[in-house]
């Protein structure tokens, strides 16, 4: 192979990572006291094809985090009452909110009034006035790489599926919102069968590519607003958003049946694995944690009555 030339291949890097990051649409929270401000940054933002929240009142920070996710937010330093700061800190204070950047927008030059605010948990300190194109650069770069870096922290490294805590929150935001809407949505728990055995004969790398093999499928089957996690080694949940525990239960017995016809093929043998449903409707139980138990009670009864298949 040829040497390749460090200078020529880190152009070549820097060329892609600058191109996709001019692309990335992100959400932006603002939060300053000057509305007019905030209306400015909010329209340019916007214009660049960002999805912005502008509000004023810091008050109510928390409950727009946790109702508009914002990849990045935006904040003033000094706002009446309250300060920036003390925003970033409650802020950081909740962990949900540990990797949001935070990054400050202010006239504020005094550079030691700048370190302390940034002591707070901020990321980054953007001094007003800013031109609307640095603006919409510095949320495009910024937006690029808090995306990238939460993909890390919620994702499972083997099947690019949701983790254990993120896919848990997911069914709790679903069973609040079939709670406040009336909907109809389903939680279901996945556990491949007798899979101690597949390490056993085959090792655990052909288990690895077994585990991989749903996780695949159940993202080409599922829709693109469902939501797929890996709760444990060879164990899975889904939340399946507006669908009935009837349509659950027959897309995911497409998937038992699509998975138990693969085969897997290792050192000249080939084998076939199985895998077992429990599902619940999301909006019949207390708590989130309450249907995740009663899909999980349901894929018991499954795996007693003989796997293969979905149990409600
Ligand atoms: P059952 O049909 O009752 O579910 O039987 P089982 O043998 O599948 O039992 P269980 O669900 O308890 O299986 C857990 C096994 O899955 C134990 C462990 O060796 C295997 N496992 C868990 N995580 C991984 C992983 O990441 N890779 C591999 N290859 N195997 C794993
Ligand atoms: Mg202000
Ligand atoms: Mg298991
Ligand atoms: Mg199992």
Redesign the pocket.
């Known amino acids: 192979t040829e040497p390749v030339d460090a200078t020529i291949l880190a152009d070549n890097i820097e060329r892609l990572v600058t191109e996709r990051s001019r692309t990335v649409s992100g959400k932006i929270l603002i939060l300053d006291d000057d509305e007019d401000l905030a209306g400015h940054y909010q329209a340019v933002l916007e214009g660049a094809g960002f999805v912005v929240r502008a509000i004023s009142n810091p008050e109510t920070v928390l409950s727009e985090l946790s109702e508009f996710s914002p990849d990045i937010m935006l904040l003033d330093v000094r706002m009446g009452a309250y300060s920036g700061p003390t925003v970033a800190k409650l802020v950081r204070f909740d962990p949900e909110w540990v990797s949001l950047p935070i990054i400050y927008l202010s006239s504020e030059q005094d550079k030691q009034v700048q370190l302390e605010a940034m002591a707070k948990g901020a990321d980054e300190f953007l001094t007003k006035p800013v031109s609307d194109s640095y603006l919409v650069r510095a949320a495009q770069i910024r937006c690029y790489r808090a995306r990238q870096l939460n993909e890390l922290l919620i994702r499972d490294s083997?099947t690019g599926l949701l983790k254990h805590s993120f896919i848990k929150h997911e069914v709790d935001k679903e069973h609040a919102r079939c709670r406040r809407q009336s909907r109809s949505s389903v939680v279901a728990m996945l556990?491949?069968?007798?899979?101690?055995?597949?390490?056993d004969q085959h090792g655990?790398?052909?288990?690895?590519i077994?585990?991989k093999a749903l996780a695949n499928l159940l993202r080409q089957r599922l829709r693109s607003t469902d939501m797929i996690g890996r709760y444990?080694?060879?164990?899975f949940a889904v939340v399946l958003p507006e669908c009935t525990v009837q349509e659950g239960q027959s897309v995911l017995a497409q998937v038992c049946k699509t998975f138990s016809d693969l085969s897997f093929h290792n050192d000249g043998v080939s084998l076939s694995v199985t895998l077992?449903v429990g599902i619940a409707a999301l909006g019949s139980f207390e708590s989130g944690s309450d249907a995740l138990n009663a899909a999980d009670q349901a894929l018991y009864e499954r795996?007693k009555a003989g796997?293969n298949g979905v149990t409600i």
Request: net charge neutral; glycine share 12%; aromatic share 4%.
């Open positions: 083997l556990d491949l069968d007798h899979f101690k055995k597949v390490n655990h790398r052909v288990g690895d077994v585990i444990g080694g060879e164990e077992s795996k796997r």
